[in-house]
């Protein structure tokens, strides 16, 4: 891993490795048209793919090439991108911006974006398993990481949490309560991204469970963060309306705790993510400033 590149040069060499996936396993002049202008539209619309770069970056850390990982990093992103479709429905969130410019149903209608959303899921499952990509992986490898991301997206992880997430609107709810939907809704992507690299990069025991430690930190950091941004942040800053959870009297940590203590939060997070990692040294060094980009974020 180059130490010595800075850290956003490093971020923009990896967001290019997974835009040059991304393309490869989604292209353009696909039948139907509209269905994959459709995916396409959300998939394309920007976004900081942290996901698949932490991916990109726990392979290289553990001596993988980088590149030859690049289609799980589209994998995740397709997952990602589909739960964001199906977010801002009428029948979810309804928002109607997303990353700056109108939500998928809004441009495509209702059933369009369903249909974009349900064909990008299920294309992160044929990439796992396309033999083009897979070929070079220990079978075993490739099993464990499509379950992985299956778990992760499933309703034992993000769905289950968006469950959560809807039965508590309106509600008063316990810490527990609130950190469950969190770590499901957020936090179990983001763990797989890290996870994923890991299995297909050959870890040990010893470094999945340091890895997992890590995601598991980072990602309700992350959903923190999140909640904060939604009374702090602008439309410009977050592409997309601010205070759409207190309208949809959400289950949030400035609700339970204040705006203060939950960034409390998230600064202790932040520095037991980054303790987690010690036995990996200097090779860490751009998980740790990962780590504090994505406390410090405005959007």
Do not use: W
């Not at 759409?244 to 993510?273: C, I, N």
């Amino acid at each position: 891993m180059e130490s010595s590149q800075p850290f956003h040069e490093y971020l923009s060499q990896k967001r290019k490795i997974i835009e040059q996936a991304l393309e490869q396993c989604l292209p353009a002049k696909v039948t139907p048209p509209l269905l994959f202008e459709a995916m396409r539209y959300s998939v394309f619309a920007g976004g900081k793919r942290l996901r698949p770069i932490m991916l990109l970056m726990t392979a290289e850390m553990l001596g993988r090439d980088c590149q030859t990982v690049a289609f799980a990093g589209a994998a995740l992103e397709m997952v990602h991108t589909y739960s964001l479709i199906h977010d801002d429905l009428p029948a979810m969130d309804n928002d109607d911006l997303r990353r700056g410019r109108p939500t998928n149903h809004k441009v495509y209608g209702e059933a369009m974006a369903i249909l974009a959303g349900d064909a990008l899921l299920t294309m992160a499952f044929q990439v796992m398993s396309e033999p083009y990509y897979t070929s070079s992986f220990e079978p075993q490898a490739i099993l464990a990481a499509t379950q992985e991301l299956a778990l992760a997206a499933g309703a034992e992880g993000m769905v289950g949490g968006q469950v959560f997430d809807m039965q508590a609107e309106g509600k008063l709810i316990t810490q527990e309560q609130l950190e469950a939907i969190h770590r499901n809704k957020t936090g179990k992507m983001l763990s797989a991204a890290v996870r994923i690299g890991a299995m297909l990069s050959g870890a040990t025991e010893q470094q999945l469970d340091v890895m997992s430690a890590y995601g598991d930190h980072v990602g309700l950091a992350f959903q923190i963060v999140d909640d904060v941004l939604d009374l702090e942040g602008t439309a410009e800053e977050l592409g997309k309306n601010p205070t759409s959870d207190l309208q949809h009297e959400k289950a949030t940590y400035p609700a339970l705790y204040g705006l203060d203590e939950s960034k409390s939060m998230v600064r202790e997070l932040t520095s037991r993510a980054k303790q987690s990692l010690r036995m990996f040294g200097d090779r860490a060094e751009y998980f740790l400033q990962l780590a504090d980009f994505m406390a410090a974020r405005t959007h």
